[in-house]
Nanobody, 121 residues
Framework: QVQLVESGGGLVQAGDSLRLSCAAS????????MGWFRQAPGKEREFVAA????????TFADSVKGRFTVSRDKTKNTAYLQMNTLKPDDTAIYYC??????????????WGQGTQVTVSS
């Protein structure tokens, strides 16, 4: 059974940084992509960033390019979202997800429970 467990959320001020973690278990993730999504109150869930597990190829939403980075530690089976220069608009519940690369971009089949990020102005 695949499990994704996010951690690292919290309340920060604008301009601060946070690092979210996504601990993955239950299968091998070669040929998978790990994605980060977020959902703000009253808004639809949106894509933030993704990384391929084996090669570490990354992609980002325009809204976070230059501020967020994504990485993974294969030895720990954990993906990370480093968020710098946070803005109040980044306030949302952040979710990590996993899916086979062959099914991208819509094939994220496994999801974590989410972690709240709140950025105060």
């Amino acid at each position: 059974q695949v499990q994704l467990v996010e951690s690292g959320g919290g309340l920060v001020q604008a301009g601060d940084s946070l690092r979210l973690s996504c601990a993955a278990s239950g299968r091998t993730f070669s040929n998978y992509a790990m994605g980060w999504f977020r959902q703000a109150p009253g808004k639809e869930r949106e894509f933030v960033a993704a990384i391929t597990w084996t090669l570490g190829l990354t992609t980002f939403a325009d809204s976070v390019k230059g501020r967020f980075t994504v990485s993974r530690d294969k030895t720990k089976n954990t993906a990370y979202l480093q968020m710098n220069t946070l803005k109040p608009d980044d306030t949302a519940i952040y979710y990590c997800a996993a899916g086979a690369i062959a099914t991208m971009p819509d094939g994220f089949e496994y999801w974590g429970q989410g972690t709240q990020v709140t950025v105060s102005s």
